[in-house]
């Protein structure tokens, strides 16, 4: 029996910044719910980033305005926080708005468990802008997959991906921003699951696919984003359908799309070479 998920992220309701289209936000949040309903997905998992803060009222009523499109949906659906929707509302009320409870959790969905995972993502400013992973919010899913006994589907607003951000607008000259700083000691804690695992993120704005470990790590692009599409809001939403493999097509003006078989057991260890091969490779190099 296959599953599958309608996945948006990034909607950025609210003013134009930088190359998020805040001003189209709300027609294409409409276009995604009537696709949903039309494709009779089984569920919807959104990944934060609803809107692009200004100030407490200003935040409130964008919000307001998202969950009321949202409403519309005819299936479930399971939201995660991102930073800018924390800056002028806190978790509570986000959760009040939405209908929806706050805080890490599981959802059992068919064959695979759902993992909500909701990681502080606010970033601090201390002289130099990074991401700090709480070591609750570490703990939690460390332990969720150790003792996983049903496939994992990993979602979060912040990723853990490997991936690298070249070239992303936001990223590649702060990429501390893009990703846990703990990433890497997170994905080691993921590798202990003895379980199929995958992975899914936002923030980031654009489509990618990285694997370590045998545990896949995607990130989508952002609904309103346009660096990767000429200024026009690349419209970005997906489907990921979930079965003896992982099916994940993007639509909209930056298409994506992939398969893969979730691994059960993680990689070999990485080869340790020689020193003297090190030494030879360096000598190549040099000359």
Known sequence: MTLRLAVITDIHHGPPTQT???????????????????QGVDAVLELGD????????????????????????????????????????????????????????IVPLGAWD?????????????????????????????????????????????PVSPHPMTGNFYFENIPQCGAFPQAAAMRRALGEARVPVAAISGHVHWNTLAADNGITYLTQQSLTESFTTSGEPAGAWGVITLGDDIRWQVFGRDPFEARFAPAATRWKPVMQWPRETHAAAGERVAS
């Open 114 to 158: 759902l993992v909500l995972w909701q990681a502080d993502p606010a970033t601090r400013n201390d002289g130099i802008r990074s991401l700090e992973l709480k070591d609750d919010d570490f703990t939690w899913l460390a332990d969720v997959a150790k003792q996983a006994t049903r496939p994992l589907l990993i979602a979060s607003h912040t």
């Open 50 to 105: 609803r809107i692009s803060d200004v100030d407490p009222a200003t935040d409130h009523a964008s919000m307001a305005e998202v969950a009321r499109l949202l409403d519309g949906l005819a299936m479930p659906r399971h939201h995660l926080d991102g930073n800018h929707d924390l800056i002028h509302l806190d978790r509570a009320d986000n959760a009040r708005i939405l209908g929806r409870e706050a805080g890490h959790r």
């Open 20 to 38: 998020k289209r805040g001003d189209a936000a709300l027609a294409l949040t409409a276009d995604f719910v009537r696709f949903a309903n039309e």
